[in-house]
């Protein structure tokens, strides 16, 4: 009989603990579940960010195919008069301006009007980011 009430009292203990657990279970499950909520804001947030940047990117790329567009310069001020993205877009900048002087020098006087413009182009606008 001692026995039987042992073995009672031991399934009694082994049920609190499962209820325990249990409830640490759905517990630690909806702590996770919040946070996997707030994770999916933060990302989509962050997606967000990403996609203006990106078609912030691509105005500038038109931009500078377009520069007697009315809006190239603004495009172009935008993103560069961000602090966060001033070295990348100064950076981009200088480097198409570089190779459409190298460009320029290797074509031994053949000026084409669209690069010559888009040489003049890309001058204003680095010191349009850079006094700004």
């Not at 603990?17 to 249990?22: G, P, V």
């Not at 962050?46 to 377009?66: F, K, P, S």
């Not at 950076?91 to 053949?110: I, T």
Request: hydrophobic letters at 45%; proline letters at 1%; aromatic letters at 6%.
């Amino acid at each position: 009989m001692q026995a039987i009430m042992s073995g009672l009292a031991f399934g009694a203990f082994l049920t609190r603990i499962n209820l325990s657990r249990a409830l640490m279970v759905v517990s630690a499950t909806g702590m996770l579940l919040a946070g996997l909520v707030v994770h999916a804001d933060e990302c989509k947030d962050q997606t967000n960010g990403a996609t203006q940047l990106g078609e912030q990117v691509l105005a500038i790329r038109i931009a500078l195919d377009n520069t007697d567009a009315p809006d190239a310069m603004q495009a172009i001020k935008n993103l560069g008069l961000d602090s966060r993205y001033y070295v990348m877009v100064r950076g981009w900048l200088s480097l198409q301006l570089q190779g459409d002087r190298n460009f320029l020098l290797a074509s031994q006087g053949k000026i084409t009007t669209k690069l010559e413009q888009r040489i003049d182009f890309l001058e204003r606008a680095i010191r349009t980011i850079d006094l700004e």
